[in-house]
């Protein structure tokens, strides 16, 4: 017998045993590959160069199924279609040509489509395309580091739409298709869920699609695209729970990477938490890759790492973010600039994984509460009297000079040699307790010319009062400080000390208590944008399972 009439007799033995994985494991398309597709591939070209002549021979030997027969399982029009296509791709493989395989596996994944939208017997066909997908996918991130290969592809592309669309994006869109294809597929249960309490038919294919196109969308830096696919899937997903493991933590990794992304660093540290802990403990690789983001989100909200975090074998990630939490701690904001500067040497790292921007914007926020906190500790004198009902305070002068020592050192001025010591071998001076301690001095070549960014302020701009009050101020109102502001007397006094258990606790409350209270005050916490968490009702539009109903007006 022909390898062709040989390959055609077995799929349809796999169609009329309904067997889709079977069907998934014979449909190959990329090497390493057994002998048979090769021969497969040289009897097509040798003898079936007539396209006109392959559909008619693949009509013969894959006959449709009777309509009064859809339960034994068989072709249908789409499939005869995507099989042509199959064998036309293998006519013409030849996967040393990159852009032409793409081309073609594309093609290809659209006919699959097709055919699984057939409502009888689609659903046969979702394992060859997540596996189809899955190849395209793969293929497009591999084309995407040869620039050299797609330039002359996108060069067309601008032609003939008039709009430039990198490959990665255009196969995201493919992709996209087959997960719109699962996710709106109208079934006879409710919301998609079977019997047994797992989803069933093409929603199965939700998560795998979804995280195929999630990643290849923030391959190509194009997130902003995905709000339309998280909108879609709260819309009409069943709830994420009941999928494998692996989609759950796949998706939960890339929604609070949008979350991340978009600013939403609450519902980011809530996604990235969830797939951490449901990651594998032997899959380093991958819960070292959250711990990037869930860390950063973590820095953000106040949360700092602990010491009992530093045994995991994933936990060698914190090295690049212990000097930016030190700094939060101690209020350091020039060790503060330095973590994220290029003196650090992990500018280029954080920048590529993209938490730099977030990292310097929102906790620099941490770092003036935590200068403030250092300076109100060093300066408050705790009253005598402990019925004082005076409110305990905080100099902003003390704080402007707290701040202008910063940006002197982040300008490079040093203490001054001490001319004494150095003459007594580094011993100090006999009445140094009584002599005043030498202020910073400029070093010889002058200060050192600070980038917008880089300075207390903005860039060598020495800070004074009317900037400092009004940081102050933020911070009161972002709740990261509990009191107010006295104008006329230039300090910042504290609320509900006594009642709080000190001026510390009431005048700086934890940064993460704060934020955590106002996501419940919000109504934040219940449920996260992006995740179905719970069953939802069915509603208008839904389709109903009447089967056992009776008819109208017969009684029980």
Avoid at 68 to 77: C, R, S, T, Y
Avoid at 341 to 359: A, D, M, T
Avoid at 459 to 467: Q, R
Avoid at 495 to 523: T, Y
Wanted: net charge positive; aromatic share 10%; with cysteine.
């Amino acid at each position: 017998m022909a390898v062709l009439d040989q390959f055609l007799s077995s799929i349809l033995g796999f169609l009329k045993a309904k067997d889709a994985g079977q069907l998934q494991s014979f449909l190959q398309v990329e090497p390493p590959l057994p002998a048979e597709y090769l021969q497969l591939s040289q009897e097509l070209r040798s003898a079936w160069s007539d396209g006109k002549k392959l559909e008619k021979h693949i009509e013969r030997l894959l006959p449709f199924n009777d309509d009064d027969k859809a339960d034994e399982g068989g072709a249908w029009p789409g499939f005869l279609a995507f099989i042509q296509e199959y064998l036309e791709f293998w006519k013409d493989a030849d996967f040393d040509d990159l852009v032409s395989t793409h081309v073609k596996l594309s093609a290809l994944i659209v006919s699959c489509n097709t055919a699984m939208s057939n409502a009888t017997y689609g659903s046969v066909m979702l394992p060859t395309s997540i596996r189809l997908c899955s190849s395209l996918a793969r293929l497009a991130i591999m084309l995407d580091k040869r620039p050299d290969l797609t330039r002359r592809m996108v060069e067309v592309k601008d032609v003939d739409q008039g709009e430039k669309k990198t490959l990665v994006e255009s196969t995201a869109e493919t992709i996209q298709r087959a997960f719109t294809l699962c996710l709106n597929e109208r079934t006879t249960s409710r919301n998609g869920i079977g019997r047994d309490g797992k989803p069933e038919g093409k929603k199965i294919g939700i998560y795998s699609f979804a995280n195929m196109v999630l990643k290849l969308l923030f391959k190509s830096r194009k997130t902003s695209l995905a709000k339309q696919l998280f909108t879609n899937i709260v819309a009409a997903s069943p709830p994420l729970g009941l999928y494998p493991a692996a989609q759950r933590v796949t998706y939960l990794y890339y929604l609070g990477r949008y979350h991340f992304a978009t600013g939403h660093f609450y519902y980011a540290q809530q996604c990235l938490q969830s797939a951490y802990d449901q990651c594998h403990n032997q899959c380093i690789k991958q819960r070292r890759t959250i711990l990037i983001y869930l860390v950063s989100a973590n820095l953000i909200l106040g949360r700092l790492p602990s010491q009992a975090f530093a045994g995991r074998p994933e936990s060698d990630i914190l090295d690049k973010f212990l000097p930016i939490a030190n700094a939060i701690r101690k209020g350091n904001m020039p060790a503060f600039k330095r973590a994220l500067g290029p003196e650090s040497g992990n500018e280029r790292w954080y920048f590529e994984h993209g938490i730099l921007l977030q990292l310097q914007s929102r906790c620099e926020v941490l770092v003036w509460r935590s200068l403030a906190r250092r300076v109100f500790l060093l300066t408050y004198s705790f009253p005598w009297d402990p019925e004082s009902k005076k409110a305990p305070t905080l100099s902003l002068d003390d704080v402007v000079a707290a701040f202008q020592f910063c940006q002197k050192a982040l300008e490079g001025w040093q203490k001054p040699v001490d001319p004494h010591a150095f003459m007594q071998s580094g011993r100090t001076h006999a009445n140094s307790l009584f002599m005043k301690a030498p202020d910073l001095v400029p070093p010889p070549q002058g200060p050192k010319s600070l980038l917008i960014g880089r300075g207390m302020i903005f860039g060598n701009k020495m800070p004074e009062l009317t900037d400092v009050e009004p940081i102050i101020a933020s911070l009161i109102q972002q709740g990261l400080l509990h009191g107010f502001i006295s104008h006329t007397q230039g300090k910042f006094a504290i609320i509900g000390a006594k009642q709080k258990g000190g001026p510390l606790q009431a005048g700086f409350p934890p940064v993460w208590e704060v934020l955590q209270d106002r996501a419940f005050s919000e109504n934040r916490v219940a449920e996260c944008p992006g995740w179905v968490q719970r069953e939802k009702n069915l509603g208008m539009g839904g389709v109903v399972n009447l089967t056992g109903a009776r008819p109208a007006g017969e009684n029980s």
